[in-house]
């Protein structure tokens, strides 16, 4: 299959005007609401903000993971090829091959009845036409460039005999076994302990080197944007709130929410045993209408403006957009 070119070299992912409602009995969810963003080959985007803000939505949305009853509008195309709308048979295609995804929890993820093994050369065969043989193989050689020790004894082995560090690993080796473009990971550190999660992402980002892969990692922890992402994308209630290079992005903060999530990161200079500063209030609900800044009701340089009119995400800034009437005009000190 023929795939169309970009035009504007070294771009993998375009995402525009991306929206998403979910149904739920007699309520319309409106998860995603015209989220823009762009990804390039060997650059790391980092989707960050708290549960339910449509981070996974949007991300699924592109992959095609959606339940039927979702609505899907807007568009991702993938080196110009537009992705949504295409036949499940066609998607196929590209899931494995050009796209891959970590998810949040291996043990959810892996076929507890299978051999880790057969779950990669699975993945491998689906994709590739190598023999039973020698898709074995790639596979003890992928558990082993993910620095899973005694790679080929753990081919053999069950999930429930691994730690979560290395069934986590596992699922990198899968999401890999095809050499995808563009890998999502989608909390795929958020069960670890914090050295093993160092160790994942210091993984993730070897790999990407090596495959010269395109990054997406989802997360609600703005301290892995700031050490591991090129860019960071900021969500709230399904909106794109602030967007910037991480170094701008951590120096410059505009948008209320984002300093929030940054003042709500554990810091060894606070007191002992002190509580960690929150966002008061809960996020709006995504079934309902919305007039004006759906963060309004929870911040604090809230204007009347703000409840009138939703503010667009624009470029304020070089390279740095943000969606606020009366943006933070210090810079963060963390």
């Given at each position: 299959m023929e795939?169309?070119?970009t035009r504007?070299?070294?771009l993998?992912?375009?995402v ?5 409602r979910l149904r ?8 995603v609401r015209?989220?823009?963003y762009?990804?390039?080959v ?8 708290e549960?339910g ?5 949007s991300c ?15 568009s ?6 537009e ?6 048979a066609?998607?196929?295609?590209h899931l494995?091959?050009?796209l891959?995804?970590v998810f ?6 892996l ?8 779950q990669?050369?699975e993945a491998?065969?689906e994709?590739?036409?190598?023999s ?11 558990l082993e460039?993910?620095r899973i020790p005694?790679?080929?004894?753990r081919?053999?082995?069950?999930p429930?005999q691994?730690s ?6 596992v ?5 890999l076994a095809?050499h ?9 550190t958020?069960a670890?302990?914090?050295t ?15 495959l010269g892969?395109a990054?997406?990692f989802?997360s609600?922890?703005?301290s892995?944007?700031a050490?591991?992402?090129d860019e960071?994308m ?16 951590f120096?410059?903060?505009r948008m209320?929410?984002?300093?929030a999530?940054l003042?709500?990161?554990p810091?060894l ?16 609900d ?8 759906s ?7 809230v ?8 503010p667009p995400?624009e470029q ?8 606020c009437?009366?943006p933070?005009?210090v810079?963060?000190?963390?």
């Amino acid at each position: 299959m023929e795939r169309q070119v970009t035009r504007e070299p070294g771009l993998l992912l375009e995402v525009d005007d991306l929206h998403v409602r979910l149904r739920r009995g007699d309520r319309e969810i409106r998860a995603v609401r015209g989220l823009t963003y762009r990804v390039s080959v060997g650059r790391t985007l980092a989707i960050v903000g708290e549960s339910g803000s449509g981070k996974t939505v949007s991300c699924r949305a592109v992959m095609g993971l959606l339940p039927p009853t979702a609505v899907v509008t807007g568009s991702a195309r993938l080196e110009g090829k537009e992705l949504l709308g295409l036949p499940d048979a066609e998607m196929r295609e590209h899931l494995g091959a050009d796209l891959a995804m970590v998810f949040q929890d291996p043990v959810r993820s892996l076929n507890p009845t299978m051999r880790i093994g057969a779950q990669i050369t699975e993945a491998i065969q689906e994709h590739l036409p190598l023999s039973r043989g020698e898709a074995g193989r790639r596979a003890v050689e992928l558990l082993e460039r993910v620095r899973i020790p005694l790679a080929g004894r753990r081919f053999h082995e069950y999930p429930h005999q691994l730690s979560g560090g290395m069934r986590q690993r596992v699922m990198i080796a899968i999401a890999l076994a095809c050499h995808p473009r563009l890998l999502i990971a989608d909390e795929a550190t958020t069960a670890l302990d914090v050295t093993t999660q160092a160790q994942i992402m210091e993984l993730l980002l070897e790999l990407q080197r090596e495959l010269g892969m395109a990054l997406v990692f989802i997360s609600h922890d703005l301290s892995l944007a700031a050490s591991y992402a090129d860019e960071v994308m900021v969500m709230y209630a399904g909106r794109a709130v602030e967007r910037a290079p991480t170094r701008t992005l951590f120096a410059q903060v505009r948008m209320p929410y984002t300093r929030a999530l940054l003042e709500a990161i554990p810091r060894l200079d606070r007191p002992a045993h002190s509580l960690l500063p929150v966002v008061p209030g809960q996020p709006p609900d995504p079934s309902a209408q919305h007039v004006g800044c759906s963060f309004a009701e929870r911040c604090p340089n809230v204007r009347p403006a703000c409840r009138e009119t939703a503010p667009p995400l624009e470029q304020h800034e070089p390279d740095h957009f943000w969606a606020c009437w009366n943006p933070c005009q210090v810079g963060w000190a963390g």
